[in-house]
């Protein structure tokens, strides 16, 4: 049984969509269970749909953070999700929600993508922030989630340039077309050979 993703987006949906196109060509050895936006319009659910994947909407609009964790956990609960894959996913998640997917090391088993070198430039606006600020690298992070914000434990980082002649869009297309290809890469990774993590106490933690 190969295992099962659970995939949150908010909006795009273009890592996502390089998840399930990893996943119906066999580079990616897993199955996607559940796309889950907190916005019923995000361009990822009709996208999602169109690889026939199933999808569920819960909007969190009017809701309480708690309730709106609640609301999510009730739409997995026919689902047995071995991760949850963030992709592009706006609203942070609480201890309370990810102590539902806590692995026995302590660990969550849920994963995000940052695009910037963490902890250099965490935050919503990770690719403006790094190009005002004038860096000459970029890179891109996945990394465990916690209860701090693109905080967790680096699963893996890949540097890419910034040229002299760039503007703001062709720095983001750049570093969007190695999120695309790291994503799959580290998530088939995860799904072959579970996550190992470099702890910041620099143990080597197999989970
Ligand atoms: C990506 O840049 C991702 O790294 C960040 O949010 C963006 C989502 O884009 N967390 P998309 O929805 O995957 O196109």
């Known amino acids: 049984m190969p295992?099962?993703?659970?995939?949150?987006?908010?909006?795009?949906?273009?890592?996502?969509?390089?998840?399930?196109?990893a996943s119906a060509n066999g580079e990616l050895d897993a199955q996607i269970a559940v796309v889950l936006a907190n916005d019923a319009q995000a361009k990822a659910l009709t996208i999602a749909q169109e690889y026939g994947i199933p999808t569920v909407a819960v909007a969190n609009q009017g809701l309480s953070r708690a309730q709106h964790e609640s609301s999510i956990l009730e739409a997995l609960s026919s689902f047995k999700i071995d991760y949850i894959v963030l992709a592009g996913y706006m609203r942070i998640l609480t201890a309370s929600f990810l102590n539902h997917f806590r692995d026995p090391r302590g660990f969550y088993r849920v994963i995000n993508i940052h695009?910037?070198?963490?902890?250099?430039?965490?935050?919503?606006?990770?690719?403006?922030?790094?190009?005002?600020?004038?860096?000459?690298?970029?890179?891109?992070?996945?990394?465990?989630?916690?209860?701090?914000?693109?905080?967790?434990?680096?699963?893996?980082?890949?540097?890419?340039?910034?040229?002299?002649?760039?503007?703001?869009?062709?720095?983001?297309?750049?570093?969007?077309?190695?999120?695309?290809?790291?994503?799959?890469?580290?998530?088939?990774?995860?799904?072959?050979?579970?996550?190992k993590v470099q702890t910041r106490e620099r143990e080597s933690v197999e989970i």
């Open 3 to 21: 295992n099962q993703l659970a995939i949150f987006v908010s909006g795009r949906g273009s890592n996502m969509e390089a998840i399930l196109a």
């Open 115 to 195: 695009p910037s070198l963490l902890p250099a430039f965490p935050g919503k606006s990770a690719y403006e922030e790094a190009f005002a600020y004038g860096v000459k690298v970029s890179g891109i992070t996945v990394h465990l989630v916690d209860e701090q914000v693109d905080h967790g434990a680096i699963l893996a980082q890949q540097a890419f340039p910034r040229h002299d002649d760039d503007t703001l869009e062709t720095f983001k297309q750049r570093g969007l077309s190695v999120e695309h290809v790291l994503y799959p890469r580290v998530l088939q990774d995860i799904c072959q050979h579970g996550i």
